[in-house]
């Protein structure tokens, strides 16, 4: 269960399991130990050189031990990074200490000054800083696309972004926060394609942002998209106790990723490693329980009095247009979504400090519910009118539904409700 690609045969919910650690590496530990080092030493002088030279000009390694220092890469990574892109179906996966992390080392190493870069919207926040207070400085030229679903708005999009330069890089996320928009992987790769004839040949980048769905309900490089970006912060460590991004895709894209990755020192920590590489083996079953769990509450708030609307993805209306995407993209619904409460702020406070067991919370993807007010919180910095364009209102809640008991997820939500 070690080799890179050797597992591609083997379903997700075994290679969650024993992929990417062989116990003999490890005096037959049956569970990976920590390797809490910072650097690693050579039997002799020959033996660093050689390990440099693999380094650094690509030479066939030396048999044994071939670390440097944890910086470079160390055990802990090198497992998690094999799991994850297993997970992915993916050649290769490079792990970062934050999802913001990754995504940084994608724009930094895709983007050159004058580059455009086609991104769906709504995207995650700290992205949005990224692409229009950071790279803007840097001379990257970032457009917004609405409905990324749509072959005319996005080719118009990647019109007006084509104007003053080549298009580098079209990211996606699909499903988007909170709003459960959906973005076409498939026909961003085709306009990818379309968009290379007219740059001598240079195609963009697809990258897709995978967070609210993860590996075990979509798989974006089966869709044509070249790089999967992961905040595993989230579903995949799922016990909202660390930070950690992943970029999976083709070696010729991840290891230049890892290479920069030396240099911006953005590798996760061994600890982190550990407990990622631990939290992959049960993801498939906390997708499977928190997905149920989601689905029991979406109903719930849907048939409520008061609560004006609920975008879970599950209720897509079959024949539209994002289903027929979702049908063919993705497996699942994921577990979480928003809802909106009739009236306003008021009304949102009120229900919120009324909860006694979902925690007033930012982030997602834990074992435990977590619920916030997104106009308040995750989407504080967003100006009113943006938000309200993409469907976040002053009465509009966000859950990520974890892994307690449905019923008493309900009772919870049915005595909050009461208060409103
Ligand atoms: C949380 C999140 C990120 C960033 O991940 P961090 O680990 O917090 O840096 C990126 N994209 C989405 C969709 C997220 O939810």
Redesign the pocket.
């Known amino acids: 269960m070690t080799e890179p690609d050797g597992g591609s045969d083997l379903q997700l919910e075994t290679l969650a399991i024993g992929f990417g650690y062989d116990p003999s590496t490890a005096f037959g530990a049956a569970k990976p130990p920590v390797f809490l080092t910072s650097t690693f030493v050579y039997p002799s002088a020959e033996h660093a050189k050689a390990v440099h030279a693999a380094y650094f000009d690509g030479a066939p390694p030396p048999e044994g031990s071939n670390y440097i220092y944890a910086r470079l890469g160390h055990p802990n990574l090198d497992m998690v990074e094999r799991r994850l892109a297993a997970l992915d179906r993916a050649e290769d996966a490079a792990v970062f200490s934050?999802?913001?992390?990754?995504?940084t080392a994608v724009t930094h190493y895709v983007l050159r000054p004058g580059d455009a870069v086609l991104h769906s919207r709504p995207i995650?926040g700290?992205?949005h800083t990224l692409l229009y207070d950071h790279l803007a400085e840097f001379g990257v030229r970032p457009f917004g696309v609405e409905d990324a679903l749509s072959e005319a708005a996005l080719s118009a999009a990647a019109k007006a972004a084509g104007r003053d330069g080549p298009i580098g890089l079209i990211m996606l996320?699909t499903p988007a926060?909170p709003t459960a928009a959906v973005a076409d992987i498939a026909l961003a790769a085709g306009l990818a394609r379309t968009i290379a004839v007219g740059q001598g040949g240079r195609r963009p980048l697809v990258s897709v942002?995978n967070?609210?769905l993860g590996p075990f309900v979509q798989t974006p490089l089966a869709h044509g998209a070249d790089l999967t970006?992961t905040?595993?912060?989230?579903y995949c460590a799922g016990h909202s106790d660390l930070?950690?991004?992943g970029v999976s895709g083709a070696r010729a894209l991840v290891e230049p990723l890892k290479k920069q990755r030396m240099v911006h020192g953005s590798h996760l920590d061994p600890f982190s490693s550990w407990l990622l590489l631990r939290s992959l083996e049960t993801l498939p079953l906390r997708t499977e329980k928190a997905a149920s769990n989601a689905l029991d509450v979406a109903r719930f708030l849907l048939d409520h009095p008061k609560v004006e609307s609920v975008t879970y993805l599950g209720f897509h209306a079959s024949g539209s247009p994002a289903r027929a995407v979702l049908d063919r993209q993705a497996r699942g619904s994921g577990s979480t979504f928003s809802f909106t409460l009739k009236g306003g702020e008021a009304e949102a406070f009120r229900f919120l400090n009324r909860l006694k067991l979902m925690r007033l919370a930012v982030?997602?993807?834990g074992s435990e519910t977590l619920i916030c007010h997104p106009a308040s919180t995750t989407h504080y910095a967003t100006p009113k009118a943006l938000r309200q364009d993409v469907g976040i209102l002053d009465g509009t809640i966000r859950v990520s539904v974890g892994l307690e008991h449905p019923k008493d997820l309900l009772a919870d939500l049915a005595q909050a409700l009461e208060a409103v």
């Open positions: 934050s999802g913001m992390a990754a995504m995650y700290g992205v996320e926060n942002d967070t609210f970006i905040a595993l912060t989230k930070l950690a991004g982030s997602l993807g």
